[in-house]
């Protein structure tokens, strides 16, 4: 395996002397290369205030990078309803392999037909840890059904772990709550949960759950509700949605 490791680390030094990148992107670019892989993301999660212990509660998130347009759409919509291969991977600080995705629908029944629809066949999540402190998740999708070989999948760990290393040092100081560093609109929804929750008087995860239920609802993604929160064209009531 250290062999292996060597290679790989080899491979994005080349990577990253031929385009500069962060390290990240690099190992999510390396992952479609190496495993088969349609596309890649990674993602930085944390728990929303209140939440208590790895696995309960929402967790908030950041995009990092996606490879394509599917790897962002599968990260969106994991955030949307609320359940997926990701989450599960960050909850159990284990990796999730899943070589046909239709067969799940019991296992995630929003997040399946939608990631289906999506383009993915395949979904596999891995938690991106360093010792003890769960950063967030590098997740890697197929267009067509299929588990990792043995390789493939021993060459994900390692991409995992050297994408963890380029999270924590990406974050440079930050906490994984505070997601403020990362260029992404998912840190839109953290502003429009805050509005929801004055709006509603009510708490951070009653107004996420609100934010997301509407998306669900409406066919609309959650950073589009969040952005409209945000310009105040659509507003939050006891009663009702309304714009």
């Known amino acids: 395996m250290e062999a292996r490791r060597q290679r790989l680390?080899?491979?994005?030094?080349?990577?990253?002397?031929a385009?500069?990148?962060s390290a990240v992107s690099l190992a999510c670019g390396r992952c479609v290369l190496e495993l088969s892989v349609s596309g890649a993301g990674a993602t930085v999660l944390s728990h929303l205030p209140g939440a208590v212990g790895n696995g309960d509660g929402h967790p908030s998130r950041g995009l990092v990078h996606a490879t394509n347009a599917?790897?962002?759409?599968?990260?969106?919509?994991?955030?949307?309803?609320?359940?997926?291969?990701?989450?599960?991977a960050f909850a159990s600080g284990a990796p999730v392999l899943v070589g046909n995705l239709a067969a799940e629908s019991a296992r995630w029944p929003a997040f399946t037909p939608a990631a289906c629809d999506l383009g993915a066949a395949a979904v596999f999540s891995f938690p991106l840890q360093v010792g003890v402190v769960r950063?967030?998740?590098?997740?890697?999708?197929?267009?067509?059904?299929?588990?990792?070989?043995?390789?493939?999948?021993t060459d994900a760990l390692i991409l995992s772990d050297l994408a963890a290393q380029g999270v924590a040092s990406d974050l440079d100081g930050n906490t994984t709550d505070d997601v403020s560093w990362l260029v992404d609109p998912h840190a839109q929804v953290h502003q429009a949960s805050g509005m929801v929750q004055a709006q509603l008087g009510s708490t951070t995860e009653v107004a996420l759950m609100r934010l997301r239920g509407y998306a669900f609802s409406h066919n609309v993604a959650l950073a589009e509700v969040a952005?409209?929160?945000?310009?105040?064209?659509?507003?939050?009531?006891?009663?009702?949605?309304?714009?």
């Open 70 to 88: 599917v790897s962002t759409g599968l990260e969106d919509l994991q955030l949307t309803v609320g359940e997926g291969p990701c989450l599960d």
């Open 135 to 153: 950063l967030g998740s590098l997740d890697l999708y197929r267009d067509t059904p299929g588990p990792l070989s043995r390789v493939e999948l």
């Open 9 to 17: 680390q080899a491979l994005l030094a080349a990577d990253g002397a």
């Open 227 to 243: 952005r409209q929160v945000v310009n105040r064209s659509l507003r939050f009531t006891d009663d009702k949605d309304g714009r």
């Open 19 to 21: 385009r500069p990148a």
